[in-house]
């Protein structure tokens, strides 16, 4: 598996390393540690760059700077991993961080981009940071987010749909060799019921004609989630992984944040986008608010482009 670390020096970027360390006890992978020198672009489309390069040698101490301060940075990393058994290579880049991020998943044939959910300049009261909200949302690849300091990965949510989307989210985590101390708890939410209430609360919605319709409705559904359930956990059970199951009913972000959040889960794993996608957006309603809102780390699966 092709792996990219993006990292800035942030105490997330920290946290991504450790958590990357954590789960490649078992994966084997190529992994490629990158840092961004950014490039602030100001109003009127102005660069620092541009502003400074009147002055050579000013330019010149500025870049002498950052690229130390880059070495640095990938260099602690890089001995991080390798004190966990993973080896890595290292490139530095400039430009805008989310561009290059996105540019360089896609030339390195990238299948997982690892990244901390905020960066050295986000404010404090920021759910997800810049970089990370657009490489969410743009990188050609799965992306990992991680949220908070951990090296070992006990416990993984896996949100099911039904959807080609939700069944590469379980091959990808199989591929991945999640380790095996790791229990997997599956979960997936029906709508039918919601949308019942929802019907009967119409004014021209007939209930009594329509009441033994709706029943079956939401039968129908129950019966397709446990069958979903009941397939995902032969496949992870015959990796000798341990899986429980849930059937949930709501609103599916707001039951698997409360999922989540009940079994201290240290990762969601879901699919980029669900059974309700449309073909054009690059990343499905329900995925956005489980990355923004999780207080754990979130895996965004989706399969990288051609």
């Not at 920290?14 to 540690?33: E, W, Y």
């Not at 986000?122 to 657009?134: M, N, R, V």
Request: glycine residues 8%.
């Amino acid at each position: 598996m092709r792996v990219l670390v993006a990292i800035d020096g942030s105490s997330y970027s920290d946290a991504a390393i450790g958590f990357l360390g954590g789960l490649s006890m078992r994966l084997k992978s190529q992994v490629t540690v990158v840092n961004v020198i950014p490039e602030h672009v100001l109003l009127a489309k102005l660069s620092l760059g541009r502003l400074i390069s009147r002055s050579g040698s000013l330019q010149d101490q500025m870049q002498r700077a950052a690229e130390h301060r880059a070495k640095q940075i990938v260099t602690r990393a890089v001995e991080s991993l390798s004190a966990r058994g993973v080896q890595s290579e290292t490139a530095i880049l400039r430009g805008i961080p989310a561009d290059e991020i996105t540019k360089a998943c896609g030339e390195l044939r990238t299948e997982l981009l690892v990244i901390g959910s905020k960066g050295e300049t986000d404010p404090p009261e920021f759910l997800l940071g810049g970089t990370a909200q657009k490489v969410m949302r743009y990188a050609p690849c799965s992306v990992l987010m991680v949220k908070r300091e951990t090296t070992t990965v006990d416990r993984v949510l896996v949100p099911l749909d039904g959807s080609r989307f939700s069944d590469d989210t379980v091959r990808f985590l199989l591929r991945m060799q999640v380790p095996h101390r790791a229990e997997i708890s599956l979960i997936t939410v029906t709508v039918a019921e919601s949308l019942t209430r929802a019907l009967i609360g119409t004014p021209t919605f007939k209930v009594e004609t329509n009441r033994q319709l709706l029943s079956e409705l939401i039968k129908a559904e129950e019966e397709a989630a446990e069958k979903l359930m009941a397939g995902a956990t032969r496949e992870f059970r015959a990796h000798n992984y341990r899986v429980s199951a849930m059937v949930a009913r709501g609103e599916p972000a707001t039951e698997i944040l409360r999922a989540a959040a009940g079994r201290d889960v240290d990762l969601i794993a879901l699919g980029a986008k669900g059974l309700t996608g449309v073909r054009r957006f690059l990343l499905g309603s329900v995925a956005q608010n489980t990355a923004r809102y999780a207080q754990c780390s979130v895996l965004i699966v989706r399969p990288p482009k051609a």
